[in-house]
Structures are given as structure tokens and as C-alpha cells.
């Protein structure tokens, strides 16, 4: 059984940058589809970017698309999100997520980002 733990989350004043971390314990990543989503209040949770398991694909929401990167270590079982030109919008809990043609089943605990006005 996989565990995903993020990292890395935090407070930044709009248009700073963050980069969260996932580290999976259990079971290689190797094989697998990685992703990130987010929850703001409110809302439901939203695809934010996903990387094949060699990391030679990679896709975003709209929203995030220019500001957003995913990337992948498998040798170290990491997965990472760059996020640059943060706006307040992109407040919420990031969550990392493991899965196979780009369906998701196994979950981190989140970590939460705050972006200033």
C-alpha cells in the first residue's frame, strides 16, 4: 500500500512562488500517473496537473497552465509542484495523488497554501 506525504505548503503574498513536495512510501511510483489537485473552501476538489510515469507527458488545468510545473524523481519516489505567479485564487489544499491512465485512487493528506493579497 502506497502513503503520499506532502510538503512545502505555506503563506506567500500574491505573485511569489512555492514548491511542494510528495514523497511516496510503500510501492515504487515508477509505474504510475502522478498528480496534484487542490480544495478551496467551498468547492469541490479540482484537477490542478498530472505527469506520466516517465515523466515525458505532462497536463494542467487552465487555470494554472505557464505558472504551474509537475515534476518527477522517481529514483527518490518524489513528485514535485513548482508554482510560480501565485495569485489568491490558488488558496487551498494541495493534495497528491497516485494513479493509472490518469485516474486517481490513492490520496496524500494535503497541505495547505495561502496566497496573499
Known sequence: QVQLVESGGGLVQAGGSLRLSCAASGRTIRPYDMGWFRQAPGKEREFVAGISGSGASTY??????????????????????????????????????????????????????????
Open 60 to 117: 494542467y488545468a487552465d487555470s494554472v497552465k505557464g505558472r504551474f510545473t509537475i515534476s518527477r524523481d522517481n529514483a527518490r519516489n518524489m513528485v514535485y509542484l513548482q508554482m510560480n505567479s501565485l495569485k489568491p485564487e490558488d488558496t487551498a489544499v494541495y493534495y497528491c495523488a497516485l494513479g493509472s491512465s490518469r485516474i486517481y485512487d490513492r490520496w496524500g493528506q494535503g497541505t495547505q497554501v495561502t496566497v496573499s493579497s
